[in-house]
Antibody, heavy 119, light 108 residues
């Protein structure tokens, strides 16, 4: 069974940093592209960042480019999102999500981790 | 970026009814469209990909159709467990994937 379990969220002041983790199980993590997607309270979904299976390709939404860094450790089956210079508008539930082979929809999602940016 | 416009934003329907949700793309997305269901307090779950292919384990009362810029999700014989929000997503525009604003489906 595919499982994605996020952690690392919490309450953080504007301008500070936070690092999210997503541990994968039930599939060969190193074969799949992975993403972070967020959902502000009561709002829709926003794709945040993508990393290819071997970390060769990395892309970000314009809203986070230069502030967030996606990375992965295939030996640990773990995806990361380093978030810096956090703003109130980054407050959201952050999901990690997997791409299936050779396509770019999201076939499995984690349960999400909440990030609240407030003073 | 390709903009995705979903309609209606909310919908109330009765058990056993057929429901249709629409999604319009700002340009042709060549069937690169997925639909997700998000139940209250849960993460999104994939229902449909490639505009009309059913994901593993999804009940056959769900179906997708469309082409070009216009797509739809149909739910036949609405069940109580279908109460959820539904989102479309385009994945034609690599690597800038975008979602519709969502449709909240409630029981009448």
């Amino acid at each position: 069974e595919v499982q994605l379990v996020e952690s690392g969220g919490g309450l953080v002041q504007p301008g500070r940093s936070l690092k999210l983790s997503c541990v994968a199980s039930g599939f060969t993590f190193s074969n799949y592209g992975m993403n972070w997607i967020r959902q502000a309270p009561g709002k829709g979904l926003e794709w945040v960042a993508y990393i290819s299976s071997g970390s060769s390709y990395i892309y970000y939404a314009e809203t986070v480019k230069g502030r967030f860094t996606i990375s992965r450790d295939n030996a640990k089956n773990t995806l990361y999102l380093q978030m810096t210079s956090l703003r109130s508008e980054d407050t959201a539930l952050y999901y990690c999500a997997r791409h299936p082979p050779s396509s770019y929809y999201f076939d499995y999602w984690g349960q999400g981790v909440m990030v609240t940016v407030s003073s | 970026d390709i903009q995705m416009t979903q309609s209606p934003a909310s919908l109330s329907a009765s058990l056993g009814e057929t429901v249709t949700i629409e999604c319009r793309a700002s340009e042709d997305i060549y069937n690169g469209l997925a639909w997700y269901q998000q139940k209250p307090g849960k993460s999104p779950q994939l229902l449909i990909y490639n505009a009309n292919s059913l994901h593993t384990g999804v009940p056959s009362r769900f179906s997708g159709s469309g082409s070009g810029t216009q797509y739809s999700l149909k739910i036949n014989s609405l069940q109580s467990e279908d109460v959820a929000s539904y989102f479309c997503q385009q994945y034609y525009d690599y690597p800038t994937w975008t979602f519709g604003g969502g449709t909240k489906l409630e029981l009448k």
